[in-house]
């Protein structure tokens, strides 16, 4: 099923209008991934912002939209094999990813692109391990 409107549509709380979620080159929602979905704070219970990428022209979309209208999208088995950040969580294959542990990474770089100097500036980096079910893991700093 595809949204068969273009344009706004308002919150339902007299707010700023939003976007349905699909592409706007395209006009449809049928080749969207879903990148990620946040809380809008102050914003009224129904309404999220979402960022995607549309397969078929490339085009990147982030804007508030109506929870109904993000669902019809989320419901597709497409949407199951990708990343999608979910709030403060990290889904992998529809399932959230688990934390596998913790890394710390040294960063550096030469002082100088000069000479070959031993001494280079270095940061130190913890970060978390998420690890899908289906064995893609990822590093994320804390």
């Given at each position: ?22 592409c706007g080159n395209c006009g449809t929602d049928h080749h969207l991934t879903i990148r990620s979905v946040t809380d809008l704070p102050g914003g009224p219970p129904d ?96």
């Open positions: 099923m595809s949204l068969g409107f273009h344009g706004f549509r308002h919150d339902g709380a007299g707010r700023r209008p939003v976007l349905p979620v699909m309404v999220v912002m979402v960022s995607y990428t549309c397969s078929r022209c490339g085009t990147f979309s982030e804007h508030p939209a109506q929870v109904a209208d993000l669902s019809l999208v989320l419901a597709r088995p497409e949407q199951a094999g990708d990343l999608l950040i979910f709030g403060s969580h990290y889904m992998h294959c529809g399932q959230p990813m688990k934390k596998a542990g913790s890394e710390l990474r040294r960063l550096s770089a030469p002082l100088s692109t000069e000479d070959e100097v031993e001494d280079a500036l270095g940061v130190y980096l913890s970060t978390r391990v998420l690890r899908c079910d289906c064995g893609f893991q990822m590093e994320l700093p804390e």
